[in-house]
């Protein structure tokens, strides 16, 4: 009984310093070294040179920009970079992203980082209100699980998968030769 205890105590002991993180459970990717959230990709494109894919995310980047919030893009042709600062609105919550997209011949690399969380802070009559706040998401992660945070979560999750599902259809841009076709 004597030499189980020692056992006993050091099996409980390293069990307790190898928790480091005791709230990591997320919805959204992290990244491992930063951890920060990071949504990327690399998506093979046949048949597409690297012009006609920077073309297609330039258009793709502008379009955004017409129906969401969206700052000025940064392109870099000769490296074949488009950057664009998206925000996506909902109701009175905002969601925003910075959206980078690398083209080479043939494949394109897409990555969703710098994500924030806009909400309104309305104040009840006759309170002082600070106006809408914004966060990065990290902060809503990192918090103690709860309904609402995992409600938050989920539909971040959605319209950022949204957005990319949105990215791979424009960058699939199927050429049509202008003839509408009748069955």
Known sequence: MKAFLPYLLALVCSAATAQEAPYTFSLLPLDSQTQQVVYSGAVPVANASKAQLFSRAQGWAAQKATFRKAAPQRIGPEAGVVSTHITLKTGQEAYGCLVSVSVKDSLYHYQLHHV???????????????????????????????????????????????????????MLDKPTDGLATQL
Not at 133 to 147: A, W
Not at 148 to 168: F, G, N, P, S, W
């Open 116 to 170: 924030t969380y806009t909400k309104s802070d309305y104040a009840r009559a006759g309170k002082y209100s600070t106006g809408p706040t914004t966060t990065r998401i990290e902060k809503l992660v990192y918090t103690r699980p709860n309904k609402y945070r995992d409600k938050k979560l989920a539909e971040v999750d959605t319209q950022l998968k949204r957005l990319i599902y949105d990215l791979q259809q424009a």
